[in-house]
């Protein structure tokens, strides 16, 4: 990391000078740098001290490092970690699926991280491959944007992958937005993380425990309330896994 001179730290003579407007002087000794800036009360700060003759500015040098670091501040604040939970189980409707991708495609243009969980319930984690296949088509969905930090890790009756954001990927697709004429509009964040934040205590912590039998009854009493002449559209996701787990 180089280190910032200014003032009288800065020993070699001339050098290349930018003034307090940002124009350039052009080479000058230091010694008449140094009394330029003090007439305007401000600093003679080193920017390029690789170059012959180094680069200097005139600046406000305290000012420079309070909005050094405000964007520091700013770029460790998007990399938080945002988690969006894919249902209770792996039979969550294909619908849902595609309001979680939104969600999460929205946190990662905004610099988030993002981890997506998958449940398993019961019997379903004898077909985990349902589980994660969905977390991969997921990956594929967002690697416009998005590269895979963490393959799916498992955590008691859960997977798991995190998701970041790729800043050339994402400037790109921003760019490939406006040619096609949409506007950009900043997100409403604090919105998107109450949607989500209801959305992931409706779906409750995972207590690791096995609950088939909870499921067995949901679906007796399912069978129950159908009765014989159901109309109703069923859910594909629920076919294949009644199918695999023989209800």
């Not at 009765?227 to 009644?242: F, L, M, Q, S, T």
């Amino acid at each position: 990391m180089q280190r910032t001179r200014i003032n009288h730290m800065i020993r070699i003579t001339p050098i290349r000078l930018i003034d307090a407007e940002g124009e350039q002087v052009g080479v000058v000794e230091t010694a008449e740098a140094q009394r330029m800036a003090q007439e305007a009360g401000l600093d003679l700060v080193e920017i390029s001290p690789d170059v012959r003759p180094p680069v200097c500015k005139i600046m406000d040098y305290g000012k420079y490092k309070y909005e050094l670091s405000k964007r520091e501040n700013k770029g460790a604040k998007q990399a938080e970690l945002k988690e969006i939970r894919l249902g209770r189980s792996i039979k969550i409707d294909p619908h849902d699926v595609g309001i979680r991708v939104d969600q999460a495609r929205r946190f990662l243009i905004a610099g988030h991280k993002v981890q997506l969980t998958q449940r398993f319930r019961g019997r379903e984690m004898a077909h985990k491959e349902l589980g994660l296949e969905r977390l991969h088509q997921i990956c594929i969905d967002l690697d416009d944007i998005a590269k895979v930090e963490m393959s799916p890790r498992w955590t008691g009756r859960q997977a798991s992958i995190v998701l970041a954001p790729d800043r050339v990927k994402i400037e790109s697709y921003k760019r490939k937005k406006a040619a096609e004429g949409a506007k950009e509009e900043e997100d409403d964040l604090e919105r998107l993380e109450a949607e989500v934040a209801a959305q992931n205590a409706e779906i409750g912590d995972d207590d690791d425990s096995d609950d088939a039998p909870d499921a067995a009854a949901e679906q007796k009493k399912d069978k129950k309330s159908k009765g014989k002449k159901d109309d109703r559209i069923a859910n594909p996701v629920d076919d294949e896994v009644a199918d695999l787990l023989g209800e």
